[in-house]
């Protein structure tokens, strides 16, 4: 790991935002391992336990958030593995996006073992962060509300983030329906739950979800979020 990279990047902005007194920021270059960062973990929950600033839930929620995308990263072996695990997963997109909807739902699929999926109280992550630019000073300004977002171990390791891991927020529905493939089953069987959540007026209504779910499904098969059983 690299020394002069700060993982916890946006919990240094909020502890700065919040005049949250903290280590110098120095201290947050200075996390190379985990014990470095389990160290600076046990001074920060001291100061969010003790603090009384209005904003010490957003700043426990996004240091959790940077600890899990530490914690995830990968040794150069491992990304070198997951790159072939990408390769294989590409092949199988183009297949099952070649696939009518109806022959989609016989097939069996699960969501990728290179995504893990998280609910969170702030909007911590962005579509397209570097078009639409990210301010967390709007996270300060509003109030909790469900927000979905997964982090996706890559084969592909970035020198200036020291970091295999990507992040990318979701809607509702696609946290639901990636819940759903957890396990391995049939899209049709996945679906028929899927269906049960929504209060479904008319034919036209059901016709009208069938066609979100394919363009949801068609969107997590070719970010490979959601990929062939084995």
Not at 60 to 67: G, N, W
Not at 117 to 140: M, S, T
Request: hydrophobic share 40%.
């Amino acid at each position: 790991m690299k020394k002069g990279i700060n993982h916890f990047s946006r919990t240094l902005e909020i502890l700065q935002l919040t005049k949250i007194n903290m280590e110098k920021p120095e201290a947050w270059y200075k996390i190379i391992d985990q014990s470095d960062a389990d160290s600076l973990s046990e001074k920060l929950e001291e100061i969010i336990r003790n603090s009384k600033n209005l904003y010490a839930d957003r700043l426990k929620e996004i240091y959790a958030i940077e600890q899990e995308k530490f914690n995830l990263r990968d040794t150069k072996e491992n990304i070198r593995a997951i790159f072939k695990k990408e390769e294989s997963y590409n092949l199988g997109r183009e297949k099952l996006l070649g696939l009518s909807f109806s022959e989609l739902q016989k097939i069996e699929l699960v969501t990728s073992p290179l995504v893990r999926i998280y609910e969170a109280d702030w909007k911590w992550f962005l579509r397209y962060p570097f078009q639409n630019g990210f301010d967390l000073k709007k996270v300060l300004a509003t109030k909790k509300e469900d927000h979905y977002f997964l982090l996706e171990k890559t084969g592909t390791f970035d020198d200036l983030l020291d970091s295999n891991i990507s992040d990318f927020p979701l809607i509702e529905y696609q946290y639901f329906l990636l819940q759903l493939f957890e396990k391995s089953k049939k899209v049709e069987e996945a679906l028929e739950d899927f269906y049960k959540i929504f209060e479904i007026a008319n034919e036209k209504a059901m016709k009208n979800l069938i066609m979100l779910t394919e363009k949801i499904m068609k969107e997590l098969i070719f970010r490979r979020f959601i990929v062939q059983s084995d």
